[in-house]
Every structure is written in C-alpha cells, then in structure tokens.
C-alpha cells in the first residue's frame, strides 16, 4: 500500500511538472508569434530579441548579445489576378492562393500564360522547381508558376532573375494574370543573444541553441512561425529556467544561444562559430532545437548518424530515464543551426519533435495548432544529459 501511494504521489508531481511547463512554453509561443512574424530588417526580429534578453535575465543567465551585417531583401508587395479571357479578373489571396518565391524580382503588368516555356509570356509548369526554372530562364519566360498541394513560402538575401509564383493546383483554369510584385534590399544588422549559465568546471561546456527568426509579413499577411521555431526558443527558454532553478549545480558551463538569420541560410549560427565567444575545441557538444511543438511520431536527431559515440552517450541518458520515445536517427543536414558546428568539428544534433498538421513556412503555423506531446519528455531528457558528469 506504501509503494501504491508513493507511486501515486510521483505521477502526481509529474503530471504537475508536465503541465506547468507545457502553459510556460504555451505563453513563450504566444508573446514570440505576436511579434510580426519576427521577419528580417523589420521590428517584428528587433521586439524578439528584446524579448529573449529579457527573459534570459529573469532566469539569471550571464548575458552577451553579437550583431553582424545581414543584407535582406524583403517582398513588400504581392498581388496576382487570373483571368479565364480577360475580362472577369479574380485576385488571389496571398499565402491562402499563392506565394511569390522569397527571390522573385519586381514586375508589374499583364500576360498571356502559357504550359509551355514562350518568350515573353508567363509559363504555368507542373516540372520540379529547379528544372523548370533552368528553362524558364533560357525561355526567357516572363515569369514562372508553379501548381502545387501546399503553398511554402521562404525569404532570402538578394533577389535572383526571374520571378516565380506558387498557386495552389485547385484554383480554376486560367489564361491571363495580372501581377504586381515589389521587393527591396536592406542592408542591416542580426543579433544572436547567448547567454550563459556557469558550471563547476568551466574548461568544458555544451552549446545549446535555437533560431528565432522567421518570415515576417508581406502586406499585411503574417507568417507566424509557432513550430519554426518559437517553438525551439521556448524550450530553449525552459530548459536554461528548469536547470537554473535546481539546486544542483551543473557539471560544465552551458551556452544557450538564440540564433538570428538561420532563415537566410544559417547566418548567425556561422557567426557564432566564427566568432565563438568560448573555444570551440573544448566543447563537449551542440544540441539543437527547431520545429518542438509537436511529437506525436517522436523525436528526430539528425546528426546522430555521422556521430555514433557521441549519440550513444546522449541516447544513453534517455535510457537511463526509461523514457520510451519513437526515435528517427539521420544522417547530418545543413538544414538548421546544428550544420556550421559539425563543419567546424564539433559534435551537434538538430533535433526536432515529429508529427503534427505539417504546416511550414505557412500562415497557418500558429501557436493553437501547437500539442507540445512530446515536449515534456524530451526537456527531461535535455536537463539530464546536460547534469551528466
């Protein structure tokens, strides 16, 4: 009867734990996502890592924030009619009908389209995007459209020579289209916060980080990023409180680094290994946190294939827990803030929580869509491993 109630005394502190820390990630979701879309050269990153350094501070880390030169180029204006003859215009919503690709140039004006690549005219392609945009070039096609299930929007450095539009694949036939498309260079700033929490041995320490900058708006149209990756800071955030709250001390100093322009192609995260504020050959690891609101399939690490001992001692710990989460082991990517710390030979893993709706790069990426399954679990799992001796 003694163990029965002890057990039930546990789950109990679990299932508070558990909850509590799901509502504190809930409302790091919701503060991160009302912030315009946190878009490059906008207030929306600037209010963001305010709001970082903020909450850095009430944990009690030790604070340092790094800005580099970023050049951006945002889509200000984006706006598409189709046409059946003509004569009788429809406009398309923007991130509900169609998206413009994040390196689509200005244009303006009306065009015939056509399903084949015709000079002068825009091409309507049902070919992979990288495919038909090498002929649409050598077409010299006005400008490209994509068919497609799912509208993914994206942004980038500098705009490329031809504009390109996605339309979802159950919009009606059409043969005319009207478009007005403007974007602008910013040449800017990013910012990475890291802040610190001291070990008792300061000759080793973990790197810990997530990006907090998204896509922003175009024309009034927000792209809020909940699962990429407000998500990743918010457990980011949680997990630098949960180990600064115990009174156990840690082993080695731990970075956690809130990582500006991963968006644009891993900028700060190439910053901070190029400008490493501890030296980068005395880290025992980096670990990685983008797309975390989910994990109805389990937790992926992607990395842990190119680096089987150092998995085998992180995936130990989890063991250790007896925590029975599905696992997805790959090979490293150069698509997150994990990728610039394995070139420079430090062991890293991206981690991501699976499952979920599949919205990306999307305006429905939104804080409700959020079930944080595998959250709890999974920062248990990260607060271990980093009290490891």
Partial sequence: MK??????????????????????LQKDVARLCALRGRGHADIGSEQAVRYIQKRFQSIGCELRVDT???????IRRARLWISPDGRKWRRLRLGKDFIPLGTSPAIEGLWEIDTIPQRGRGW????????????????????????????????????????????????????YVRVSLHGEMYQTVGWNV?????????????????????????????FWGANDNASGVAVLLSLAARLKASQQSLPYDVWFVAFGAEELGLIGSQFWVEHPPYPLGRLRGMLNFDLMGFGEKGVAAVGALDSPLFWAKVDEVR???????????????PNSDHYPFHEKGVPAIFFYLQGGPGFY???????????WRAAYPFLRWMEALLRQP
Wanted: glycine share 2%; proline share 5%.
């Fill in 3 to 24: 163990i029965l109630s002890w057990l039930l005394a546990v789950l109990a502190v679990y299932a508070q734990d558990s909850l509590s820390t799901i509502r504190i």
């Fill in 361 to 371: 790069h999307d305006i429905n990426d939104k804080p409700e869509t959020l079930t």
């Fill in 319 to 333: 063991q250790a827990l007896s925590l029975d989460i599905p696992l997805l082991l790959r090979p490293t990517a």
């Fill in 124 to 175: 309507l392609s049902n070919k992979a995007l990288r495919t038909a945009y090498a002929e649409a070039v050598q077409a010299k096609v006005a400008f490209l459209m994509m068919r497609d299930k799912k509208l993914t929007a994206s942004v980038s450095t500098h705009p490329d020579r031809l504009p390109v539009f996605c339309v979802m694949d159950t919009l009606p036939l059409f043969r």
């Fill in 194 to 222: 890291s802040a610190r929490l001291q070990g008792r041995q300061s000759d080793s320490a973990w790197v810990v980080g997530a990006h907090y900058d998204h896509l922003g708006r175009v024309e009034g149209v927000t």
């Fill in 68 to 74: 580099f030169p970023l050049n951006v180029y945002r």
